[in-house]
């Protein structure tokens, strides 16, 4: 009897000490149902609900479990923002390396047609046969569209410019009975084309060079908001601070030598 006595005391110290299966499914509909299964199987077969720090236990629990998907999602969401950047910088260098470099005057040369541009305005230049006629010549500028050829035929050039000019400040000509000229006056005179037509060939603006001479012709205002564009642009390039950073710099600096008992520890 001692024996089986012993025995059935191993027995039962093998059993309590062996992990317990639990079997539940989980219907994400009803989360807590299953929670309830577990706890009610937990409490069965332990005394961990016995215990006066139970609910302080499992409220630790739930804090670490919504810690981790809280970082987790903070995790994910800058893996995703900086495949995004990586993207658009992919994207990006891959368009500077479609552009084209601008011709001396800062315009483009095609096959059948140049153009070139000032700020203030945009040249075309479009061959003809040799010996026609102006009366021959179709050119129609609007604000918006050039069309350039020769009556009765398909047009030599024809699109949606890439920005909009001044119809009334336009004017063609035909040079040696060989090349039309078209002049045309921006309507936005601060800024580089970038094409002649939208959709067409692109050059890199910041590639273009202003001649020095025409910058004199301009008007005080005009000449100063292109001496700004173009020192923003070489310091973009340097990668350096714009014209507006170094005044807020130089701003920030005069506050606080004026008031020299401030705080400026997160400026």
Same mark, same amino acid.
């Given at each position: 009897?001692?024996?089986?006595?012993?025995?059935?005391?191993?027995?039962?110290?093998?059993?309590?000490?062996?992990?317990?299966?639990?079997?539940?499914?989980?219907?994400?509909?009803?989360?807590?149902?299953?929670?309830?299964?577990?706890?009610?199987?937990?409490?069965?077969?332990?005394?961990?609900?016995?215990?006066?720090?139970?609910?302080?236990?499992?409220?630790?629990?739930?804090?670490?479990?919504?810690?981790?998907?809280?970082?987790?999602?903070?995790?994910?969401?800058?893996?995703?923002?900086?495949?995004?950047?990586?993207?658009?910088?992919?994207?990006?260098?891959?368009?500077?390396?479609?552009?084209?470099?601008?011709?001396?005057?800062?315009?483009?040369?095609?096959?059948?047609?140049?153009?070139?541009?000032?700020?203030?305005?945009?040249?075309?230049?479009?061959?003809?046969?040799?010996?026609?006629? %102006?009366?021959?010549?179709?050119?129609?500028?609007?604000? =918006?569209?050039? +069309?350039?050829?020769? #009556? *009765?035929?398909?047009? !030599?050039?024809?699109?949606?410019?890439?920005?909009?000019?001044?119809?009334?400040?336009?004017?063609?000509?035909?040079?040696?009975?060989?090349?039309? %000229?078209?002049?045309?006056?921006?309507?936005?005179?601060? =800024?580089?084309? +970038?094409?002649?037509? #939208? *959709?067409?060939?692109? !050059?890199?603006?910041?590639?273009?060079?202003?001649?020095?001479?025409?910058?004199?012709?301009?008007?005080?205002?005009?000449?100063?908001?292109?001496?700004?564009?173009?020192?923003?642009?070489?310091?973009?390039?340097?990668?350096?601070?714009?014209?507006?950073?170094?005044?807020?710099?130089?701003?920030?600096?005069?506050?606080?030598?004026?008031?020299?008992?401030?705080?400026?520890?997160?400026?």
């Amino acid at each position: 009897m001692a024996i089986l006595s012993d025995y059935q005391e191993k027995q039962q110290t093998q059993n309590s000490s062996s992990p317990l299966s639990f079997n539940a499914a989980l219907d994400p509909s009803n989360p807590l149902g299953f929670l309830q299964s577990a706890f009610n199987f937990v409490s069965q077969n332990s005394n961990m609900f016995k215990s006066s720090k139970a609910e302080k236990d499992i409220m630790a629990l739930v804090h670490d479990i919504k810690q981790r998907i809280k970082e987790e999602e903070a995790a994910a969401k800058k893996e995703k923002e900086e495949a995004s950047k990586k993207e658009k910088e992919e994207a990006e260098k891959e368009r500077k390396k479609n552009l084209l470099v601008p011709n001396q005057d800062n315009g483009l040369d095609m096959d059948n047609h140049s153009w070139t541009q000032s700020l203030q305005e945009v040249t075309v230049n479009v061959p003809v046969p040799e010996g026609t006629k %102006s009366r021959e010549i179709c050119c129609l500028i609007t604000k =918006n569209s050039l +069309k350039i050829g020769l #009556k *009765g035929q398909a047009p !030599i050039i024809e699109g949606d410019l890439f920005e909009t000019v001044k119809p009334d400040d336009c004017f063609w000509h035909l040079e040696d009975q060989k090349v039309v %000229s078209v002049l045309m006056t921006k309507f936005d005179q601060t =800024n580089w084309w +970038k094409s002649l037509f #939208k *959709g067409g060939p692109q !050059i890199d603006t910041q590639k273009v060079e202003p001649s020095p001479s025409k910058l004199s012709d301009l008007d005080p205002e005009s000449r100063s908001a292109v001496e700004k564009m173009m020192f923003d642009q070489r310091q973009k390039q340097l990668g350096l601070p714009s014209s507006e950073e170094i005044k807020n710099q130089e701003m920030l600096k005069q506050f606080m030598a004026q008031n020299p008992n401030m705080n400026f520890s997160g400026a």
